[in-house]
């Protein structure tokens, strides 16, 4: 399930090899943030939780993969 917590992207440091090089921060839409939660739930019983909550994120992502390849066949057809 995505999580509407986003926080500010931060740049990263320049790498030490390339000091003039500038870089800069990722897209939040392009960061996977990962939110710590607190579940009253027995520790099996988040373990599964959170399994079932990483499948459902996976199946969405290849929902979302699928349907973007199909609107990418279309738009070639046109």
């Known amino acids: 399930m ?3 917590f986003h926080p500010p992207a931060i ?4 790498p030490a ?12 839409s392009r960061i996977c943030w990962i ?8 520790p099996d019983l988040q373990v599964e939780l959170l399994h079932l909550q990483a499948e ?3 199946l ?3 929902l979302q993969a699928a349907s ?3 609107l990418i066949k279309a ?3 046109v």
Request: net charge negative; aromatic share 6%.
């Open 56 to 58: 459902a994120d996976a």
């Open 17 to 28: 090899a390339e000091p003039d090089r500038e870089t800069q921060p990722a897209a939040d």
């Open 60 to 62: 969405l992502l290849q």
């Open 68 to 70: 973007q390849k199909r």
């Open 35 to 42: 939110e710590v939660k607190q579940y009253p739930y027995e």
């Open 2 to 4: 995505p999580s509407s």
């Open 75 to 77: 738009a070639a057809e």
């Open 11 to 14: 740049a990263a440091a320049a």
